[in-house]
T-cell receptor, first 111, second 114 residues
Framework: SQELEQSPQSLIVQEGKNLTINCTSS?????LYWYKQKYGEGLIFLMM?????EEKSHEKITAKLDEKKQQSSLHITASQPSHAGIYLC???????????FGKGTRLSVIA | DSGVTQTPKHLITATGQRVTLRCSPR?????VYWYQQSLDQGLQFLIQ???????AKGNILERFSAQQFPDLHSELNLSSLELGDSALYFC?????????????FGSGTRLTVV
């Protein structure tokens, strides 16, 4: 079965600093999805990547999928307190099956 | 508001009891997914329905069951509850049976079994 490993498990950064979260799979990803979850709340869709080498940006968040489609990174530039939360990557194992998720990266942004 | 409505938001019940969680998908979405989130296991897929039919099954216990009704809302039934069933239960919806467009998640039901 597809397993997604996220690193780091948790991250504390000072406001204004950049950071990167990684998501790695042992198998080719047919689609990679990034979600953000505020503590105890629902998941908010951030971005979807499908093609090898694809890169998408939204405001200060950039996500990339490597050429082999087995690793994705999420980069936040000039972090703000509003970026705090849990970031989860999800992937479609076969191209037509429900998403499986990594265990998440807990991000705290301190002043 | 994501458009996916889950009720109730919180539920506290005793071991051995049965509860029903309800989900109304986003307007126009035909697929409904149920996930369980716990601290140690993360977000685990339970079951998917598409237009009233069961589409995929994940790590769903035999004590749990679900259905999707003609109006497309879905219910997750949890019976013979155990302490370990305490978790956040999420419903998500998508327009098709495939994942091409991603999912929209509800805000979840927090179940506490005491």
């Amino acid at each position: 079965s597809q397993e997604l490993e996220q690193s780091p498990q948790s991250l504390i950064v000072q406001e204004g600093k950049n950071l990167t979260i990684n998501c790695t799979s042992s198998k080719t990803l047919y689609g990679l999805y990034w979600y953000k979850q505020k503590y105890g709340e629902g998941l908010i869709f951030l971005m979807m990547l499908q093609k090898g080498g694809e890169e998408k940006s939204h405001e200060k968040i950039t996500a990339k999928l490597d050429e082999k489609k087995q690793q994705s990174s999420l980069h936040i530039t000039a972090s703000q307190p509003s970026h705090a939360g849990i970031y989860l990557c999800g992937a479609d194992p076969t191209g037509n099956t429900p998403l499986v998720f990594g265990k998440g990266t807990r991000l705290s942004v301190i002043a | 508001d994501s458009g996916v409505t889950q009720t109730p938001k919180h539920l506290i019940t005793a071991t051995g009891q049965r509860v029903t969680l309800r989900c109304s998908p986003r307007s126009g979405d035909l697929s409904v997914y149920w996930y369980q989130q716990s601290l140690d296991q993360g977000l685990q897929f339970l079951i998917q329905y598409y237009n009233g039919e069961e589409r995929a099954k994940g790590n769903i216990l035999e004590r749990f069951s679900a259905q999707q009704f003609p109006d497309l809302h879905s219910e997750l039934n949890l019976s013979s509850l155990e302490l370990g069933d305490s978790a956040l239960y999420f419903c998500a919806s998508s327009v098709s049976a495939a994942t091409n467009y991603g999912y929209t998640f509800g805000s979840g039901t927090r179940l506490t079994v005491v």
